[in-house]
């Protein structure tokens, strides 16, 4: 059965990858969302509850002495605590041994809206600032909302580009297909913008070196008129972030039927169906057919949902999620434990299947009160 604390990964082969901006990296980075602790944004929580700041210290520095060099925070994370903590690794490790990726965007403080050029520049100074560096490698745009007629793309791009020229940034992201929270609760189905038509209007507009795309084994097949944005990536010589790989915990396992977690405020969770009793029994015994292929630990689980991930190849990179140590090695471990034909199948299958089920079931509350009860 596999062990991830089998064989210490310490000194084994390192299988980097090149992407755009000729950044080297480990093809599993540090999701740094987590350990921003609770928090709330546009008027919904935005955070997670269950980070501890000792842990989530300890779990960046054992990241960096298993050969992780890709870290990834944004400004909202926490609302810069996600940032200072990433800063405390820097101080103890040379800058040009990490790759940092941040973006900016979806907190806009004061200013009329976050992608005002003058807000842009705020932000990346207290980024910078926060973390300890005098440049990020990847500056993304966080959210396609670039205002009423998207009056403030070209002054917004215009602003990026300045970024690169004065040596602040060095590649400029773009987030793949998405709709703001705010979106999918407020307007009905008929009243939102197709997010995969809009992708591709800012693709062309923005002309990105990095894409961030959302997407795990439950994430489902292109639809009628979507491409494959992997293969759009590998087309447009575009490298790609794939963010959420574990399905934001879902993945793993680790929510068991009768051991109820508790979310605290400023949790993003409570406003989430998916994370509700009912739905968490249905991922439980949707999990099974891989609990007796890989195992039934939390650790044989990463290591199914990252394989899935980790299959794109060299243009791309997975950002995994923790908030301990331990989360950290086990995601590490799955780097060096391919998944076989065979077992992708059996992942994609066994995950496509339970995600039929939670669609049943809608993902995002629309009364936030009643999620938090």
Known sequence: MYDPAAAPLVGRPVPHRVLNGGL???????????????????GVPMG??????????????????????????????????????????????????????????YFSGTAAHGYLPSHMRRQLETTLENLGTDHLDIYHFHHPDFGPGDRHLEAAIAQMRAFQAEGLIRCVGLRGPHRLASERTQLTSDEREDKHARFRRLFKAVRPEFLAVRYNALTPSPGP???????????????????????????????????????????????????????????????DPLRRHFGPTTANLV???????????????????????????????????????????????????????????????????????
Request: hydrophobic share 40%.
């Open 303 to 373: 290591r199914a949902a990252l394989g899935a991930c980790l299959r794109f190849g060299e243009h791309t990179a997975v950002l995994a999620g923790f908030t301990s140590p331990g989360h950290v090695r086990e995601n590490v471990a799955a780097v060096y434990h391919q998944l076989s034909a065979e077992e992708l199948t059996l992942v994609l299958a066994t995950a496509q299947s339970l995600q039929h089920q939670l669609n049943t079931m809608g993902e995002v509350f629309v009364d936030e009160k009643a999620a938090s009860r």
């Open 225 to 287: 008129g979507q491409e494959d944005l992997f293969a759009f990536a590998a087309a447009h010589g575009t490298s790609v972030l794939i963010n959420k790989p574990l399905g934001q915990g879902l993945l793993t396992g680790k929510y068991r039927p009768g051991e109820p977690t508790r979310f605290g405020a400023g949790d993003h969770r409570l406003r989430k169906r998916w994370f509700t009793p009912a739905a968490l029994d249905v991922v439980h015994q949707g999990l």
């Open 24 to 42: 080297t990296v480990f093809p599993l980075g540090a999701g740094c969302w987590p350990i921003g602790g609770p928090g709330s944004n546009r």
């Open 48 to 105: 997670w509850s269950t980070a501890e700041d000792t842990a989530s210290r300890e779990a960046l520095e054992t990241a960096y002495e298993l050969g992780v060099n890709l870290f990834d925070t944004a400004d909202v994370y926490g609302h810069g605590h996600s940032e200072r903590l990433l800063g405390g690794l820097l101080r103890q490790v040379p800058r040009a041994s990490v790759v940092l990726s941040s973006k900016v965007g």
